[in-house]
């Protein structure tokens, strides 16, 4: 490892050494989530403040013990092209540490794993509050969303995005198509929003936007979602934290997921989103 001692987050004086040291005690519970998916490196070499890039394909002193899948992507500079990049596997707790010791913060892959890359394990329910609204009314659409989901009969698993957003994630059969997934959720999305104006909404472009964005464009081939137990860039360094519903509430307060916390949780109450790699739901649409 280099640069241990190198500090990623000021105020807190949390040094890349400490974020090392977070993610080697949280592998067991968090390598499981990466499993088997292609990786986006999301890069921090200068700490949680300073200039990050993405890095889809796999440096090339990336150490070969590492797997590689080639996979077809669009680029955010040719939208319409496609090119083929050789995208990291992060498979064990080493590979893990590597991408960290790379400036890696958060742990970044996609919905759907190497064997069938079209085809997605959860629909994602991704929950962005607007300036003028906060983590409260983001918490507050997420039991919107439960309501809803719970009427199609399906089970959903929520977590914290950072120190504002929640994300609800349903597993499903590997059945379904991105294209079925983010119908599901738009459809959901949408019955909220037509029914609780200003608190939710479905506008994309952030000029018109009130409330909090129910976003089902985050449903698609190649998109990535920061992992569940993912150190998120930002101040006082949240992590997004696994929850029980129960916990889902008006005290619920993001900032308090530290690392530090969130061991603790995992040593008390395990691994909460277990269930979300085990759990295969068919799709009912209302």
Same mark, same amino acid.
């Given at each position: ?27 067991? #519970? *968090? /390598? @499981?989530?990466? %499993? ?6 999301? +890069? ?7 200039? $990050? ?114 994300? #609800? *994630? /349903? @597993?499903?059969? %590997? ?6 997934? +983010? ?7 949408? $019955? ?95």
């Amino acid at each position: 490892f280099s640069n241990l001692d190198k500090i990623f987050w000021p105020d807190e004086k949390i040094t890349k050494g400490d974020l090392i040291e977070y993610y080697r005690a949280v592998a067991p #519970v *968090l /390598v @499981p989530h990466l %499993r088997e998916r292609p990786f986006t490196m999301r +890069r921090y070499p200068d700490g949680a403040f300073g200039k $990050a890039f993405f890095q889809k394909d796999a440096p090339s002193h990336m150490p070969e013990w590492i797997p590689r899948l080639q996979v077809d992507v669009h680029t955010r500079d040719a939208p319409r092209k496609q090119r083929t990049i050789s995208a990291p596997i992060v498979n064990e707790e080493d590979a893990l540490l590597w991408m960290v010791n790379m400036g890696c913060i958060d742990m970044n892959t996609w919905y759907s794993r190497v064997d069938r890359l079209d085809r997605p394990d959860w629909v994602l329910f991704d929950l962005d509050p607007s300036p003028d609204v906060g983590f409260v009314e983001a918490v507050q659409v997420a039991l919107l969303v439960k309501e809803a989901l719970d009427a199609l009969g399906l089970a959903s698993f929520p977590k914290t995005s950072s120190a504002d957003g929640m994300h #609800v *994630l /349903v @597993p499903v059969e %590997r059945r379904y198509t991105y294209d079925d997934t +983010r119908r599901l959720c738009e459809i959901v999305a949408g $019955a909220i929003a037509r029914t609780n104006r200003g608190l939710a909404t479905t506008e994309w472009a952030k000029s018109k936007r009130r409330g909090v964005l129910i976003d089902a464009n985050q449903n698609g081939e190649g998109k990535t979602v920061a992992s569940v137990y993912s150190v998120r860039p930002r101040a006082g360094a949240p992590v997004s934290t696994p929850l029980r519903w129960d916990e889902v509430n008006e005290k619920l307060d993001a900032t308090s997921f530290t690392m530090e916390v969130v061991l603790d949780r995992v040593r008390t109450m395990g691994d909460l989103f277990a269930a979300l790699l085990t759990t295969k739901q068919r799709l009912r649409t209302p």
